[in-house]
Nanobody, 121 residues
Framework: QVQLVESGGGLVQAGGSLRLSCAASGSVFSINAMGWYRQAPGKQRELVARIASGGSTNYADSVKGRFTISRDDAKNTLYLQMNSLKPEDTAVYYC???????????????WGQGTQVTVSS
């Protein structure tokens, strides 16, 4: 199996920054697309940012210009640099990865456990 381990969440003041990390471990042959999702209390889960294996990225309109998604394939790790944080960014952030566990098996999707990000006003 594959496990996604997240870190970097916490409490930060409005206007501050946080850097989230998501490390994949286990039977990882290669990783396809990866992404960050978030869910605030009483709201639907939403895609924050996605990065393809080739490095192309997509961002939610609400975070464009403030958040940057990146990946280090040598470490099987995904990052989300969050700058100019707003109280509206407060949510549980989830890491997602499409993982190829071997050359002969189809890609499987995996989720991290979620990490809390709280932005105070």
């Amino acid at each position: 199996q594959v496990q996604l381990v997240e870190s970097g969440g916490g409490l930060v003041q409005a206007g501050g920054s946080l850097r989230l990390s998501c490390a994949a471990s286990g039977s990882v042959f290669s990783i396809n697309a990866m992404g960050w999702y978030r869910q605030a209390p009483g709201k639907q889960r939403e895609l924050v940012a996605r990065i393809a294996s080739g490095g192309s990225t997509n961002y939610a309109d609400s975070v464009k210009g403030r958040f940057t998604i990146s990946r280090d394939d040598a470490k099987n790790t995904l990052y989300l640099q969050m700058n100019s944080l707003k109280p509206e960014d407060t949510a549980v952030y989830y890491c997602y990865a499409g993982v190829l566990v071997s050359a002969t098996l189809p890609i499987r999707g995996y989720w991290g456990q979620g990490t809390q990000v709280t932005v105070s006003s």
